[in-house]
């Protein structure tokens, strides 16, 4: 394993940051205020700008803090404390092979370590890493955030906890999501096929895989990764809803994006069938031809290309509680989706004229939205009054 350290830091930031702003005047994380947003553009929403970002891929709050974590894809960690404003950066992050569509991926920290003090707590994060002879591919690692300022944290002792295997050539279709098992007993780690297609059904490859890794209270791993189903494209979307049930959001080729219910050795068909078709226009066999593979609960064709999703506690959002919000961005929308039981359906499109990279739900309940690309912003919605 990779053992990525850097100095010691203070365990303690006890103010939730609020010398902050008296750091940030030699650093170029001024905030942008509320102007950029086009009225009228999302009807059920207020909306208010929080800054922009190079490439934003990924985001998680401080379980417990009001402060929100965010990856950019070129390889940094910023963190904004929504309440005051305040900013800062994280040292400590992994050498990233960025490229193409790699570079750091997600992020997240144990959901039982919530405390009102940033540091220190577990922190995971998913990146590309490179390999021999021009080949790379997926990694997860786990460190110890640690903040000795208002200004900066940094992760200590990072290991790699899980590396994509093979590592191939080629630099897309990485997924690298996670997310945590409601009980705490396991890691989900969404592994894409890396363009590669026909390893996805190769049980002996970790590409196009769902991984599930056992972990104990301290979200350290205690035995080796499973590959827990199979046949899967590109995840940009891996979330448990509040039945405490697994979904898997993801890329189809021309056509057939899929929102999947994940269970223990499925195969959820790809590359043998879709409902889209390859870019060359190739015909692939529609999902109905072979009914052994598990199929999507609900798929778009136009695709609308999903960065991730989020399913609704309802703390503010009371109407939508249990739906799923989907951050679109072929789309540039946000896409509601709603259940019964596990049949689902689109029920909405909120349209914003941008891409949209991803979205989440904060501990206020309002929705937090993050473009893509350079000069991503972060947009936080509420309900209109």
């Not at 991984?211 to 499973?226: C, H, L, Q, V, Y």
Request: proline share 6%.
């Amino acid at each position: 394993m990779n053992n990525i350290a850097d100095s010691r830091l203070s365990p303690k930031l006890a103010l939730t940051l609020s010398p902050l702003a008296l750091a940030l005047a030699s650093c170029s994380y001024a905030q942008t205020g509320d102007s950029g947003v086009e009225p009228g553009v999302s009807d059920p929403f207020a909306i208010t700008e929080h800054g922009a970002y190079n490439e934003p891929w990924a985001a998680a709050f401080a379980p417990g803090t009001e402060v929100l974590f965010l990856t950019e894809k070129s390889g940094a960690v910023k963190f904004y404390d929504v309440a005051s404003g305040e900013r800062g950066e994280v040292r400590g992050v992994p050498e990233v092979d960025y490229g193409g569509q790699g570079g750091l991926g997600d992020i997240a920290f144990l959901p039982s370590e919530a405390g009102e003090v940033l540091g220190p707590r577990t922190i995971y994060l998913s990146w590309a890493e490179a390999g021999e002879n021009d080949t790379r591919g997926a990694a997860v690692g786990r460190g110890t955030l640690v903040c000795e300022e208002t200004a900066a944290c940094t992760i200590e002792g990072l290991e790699v906890i899980w590396r994509q295997n093979p590592k191939v050539t080629g630099r897309g279709h990485y997924s690298h999501r996670f997310a945590f098992a409601p009980d705490g007993k396991y890691l989900f780690i969404a592994s894409g096929d890396r363009q590669k297609m026909q390893p996805a059904q190769d049980p002996n490859s970790d590409l196009g895989k769902v991984i599930r890794i056992p972990i104990d209270a301290s979200g350290k791993p205690t035995g080796p990764a499973e590959r827990y189903s199979l046949g899967h494209r590109n995840i940009l979307g891996l979330q448990f809803d509040g039945e405490g049930r697994l979904w898997d959001l993801e890329h189809g080729p021309k056509g057939g994006d899929e929102l999947n219910l994940v269970q223990q050795g499925k195969n959820y068909g790809w590359p043998v069938v879709s409902d889209g078709d390859h870019y060359s226009g190739e015909n692939i066999p529609d999902h109905a031809t072979r009914p052994e593979f598990a199929a999507a609960a609900i798929g778009w064709t136009p695709v609308i290309a999903p960065g991730d999703f989020t399913f609704i506690t309802g703390k503010l959002f009371g109407d939508w509680k249990g739906d799923a919000i989907i951050a679109g961005l072929d789309a540039e929308a946000l896409v509601r989706v709603s259940f019964e039981g596990t049949a689902a359906t689109e029920a909405a499109r909120y349209p914003f004229g941008k891409r949209l990279r991803e979205v989440l739900e904060g501990p206020d309940g309002a929705l937090y939205v993050l473009e893509d690309g350079e000069g991503g912003r972060l947009l936080r919605l509420a309900p209109k009054k």
